[in-house]
């Protein structure tokens, strides 16, 4: 199991400094609203390579008091000691004390979230359910990050370019030859870890979260197969957008691409797409897809066992159900994180899950608060 020994903050949202230490066990953070449980929750999300989970700029992290510097460091078991700051300037990490990448930090950390935020993402636009789909494939691929990063980079190149009414074609031609290369790195990463989704769906045995059918919408230069090769979609994804100049240039944007591409979910005990689904189905089906994310990195050879980070996730569900989730949970391989204003909410766990009691900046064991 992976799992956090010791977590400790500086300078952090609320929490002017802090020293938990624990056992390894799933853990449970109750206390009143606004109390800094959904901070703690942000906090170990630092530990990924990517971004947090409130996807907040650096500098607005620090503490208000402080001097606009913040750090957050853990133990994990094995003794391993990672360590995420803000110097002021930028991110500064640290793996058993040394310099490091934020990349390096996915040999040891693989983490999923669900927190509120995500609830409407079925009934919202396509960009929240492709943000929503894109944290699942960096849990899964790291790098798919820094392919949809560059990406985006080329694309508001190119689109800064058409606004100038007479293009080079030399020019778009080598700028759309990286929104190329990068979209289909991006196509390809979504497509295998769509697969690997779907396979972890449909392995779950049927229970209190329903099954989804998964698939990803767009056309030939938004989706493809797992089994396509770079190359051929390269070229598509090329040879598109150079015919799409004159019509992009007068839309002011590109129009297509795998920055347009959609997740489609259907509910697969009524068949009915999640968009028509009633609210506690949807919820049902995140939680369902949250744990198919993480079983199916539990199940991979090639790295960690999954953090799980749940915001508030157990006061939306009836008792059986929460049994339900922390048994899930409990067999995952890797050590959850949940929140609830209630300690009660978590008498399921048993003796598999540590309380801690959060109040105003301060976390601690529940014996011992």
Not at 117 to 144: C, E, K, L, T
Request: proline share 4%.
């Amino acid at each position: 199991m992976t799992a956090i020994l010791r977590f400790r903050l500086t300078d952090y949202r609320n929490y002017p400094s802090l020293d938990l230490r624990l056992d390894g066990r799933h853990v449970c953070l109750f206390g009143s609203n606004g109390a800094g449980k959904t901070n703690l929750l942000e906090a170990v999300s630092q530990l990924g390579p990517g971004r947090s989970l409130r996807g907040a700029a650096l500098p607005d992290i620090a503490r208000k008091a402080s001097g606009g510097e913040w750090t957050v460091s853990a133990t994990l078991d094995a003794d391993r000691r990672l360590g995420v700051a803000f110097d002021g300037a930028k991110r500064v990490v640290r793996i058993d004390g040394a310099p490091a990448a934020a990349g390096d930090l996915a040999d040891l950390v693989r983490i999923v979230w669900l927190v509120p935020a995500m609830d409407r993402i079925f009934a919202g636009g396509a960009s929240d359910r492709r943000r929503f789909y894109d944290r699942q494939v960096m849990a899964h691929r790291p790098a798919h990050g820094r392919a949809a990063a560059a990406y985006e980079k080329a694309m508001r190149e190119r689109n800064a370019l058409l606004e100038q009414g007479r293009v080079d074609p030399a020019w778009a031609d080598a700028i759309e030859a990286r929104m190329a290369e990068h979209g289909a790195e991006i196509m390809l990463n979504r497509a295998v870890i769509l697969a690997r989704l779907q396979t972890s769906v449909d392995a779950r045995p049927e229970g209190y979260f329903p099954k989804a059918d998964l698939s990803l919408a767009g056309d030939e230069t938004m989706v493809c197969g797992a089994d396509a090769m770079p190359g051929e979609l390269a070229g598509t994804i090329a040879e598109a957008l150079r015919e799409s100049r004159r019509r992009d240039a007068a839309a002011g944007r590109t129009l297509s691409g795998p920055h347009r591409a959609d997740l489609a979910v259907v509910h697969r005990p009524t068949g009915a797409a999640a968009s028509d689904a009633s609210t506690g189905q949807q919820k049902a089906l995140l939680i369902g897809l949250i744990l198919a994310s993480a079983r199916a990195l539990g199940d991979r050879e090639d790295g960690p066992a999954p953090f799980v980070l749940l915001d508030e996730a157990a006061a939306h569900l009836d008792a059986d159900r929460r049994a339900a989730l922390f048994d899930e949970l409990s067999d995952l391989g890797g050590q959850a994180w949940l929140t609830g204003t209630e300690a009660f909410l978590f008498d399921a766990f048993g003796e598999r899950a540590a309380r801690v009691e959060v109040d105003e900046g301060r976390a601690c064991l529940a014996d011992q608060s």
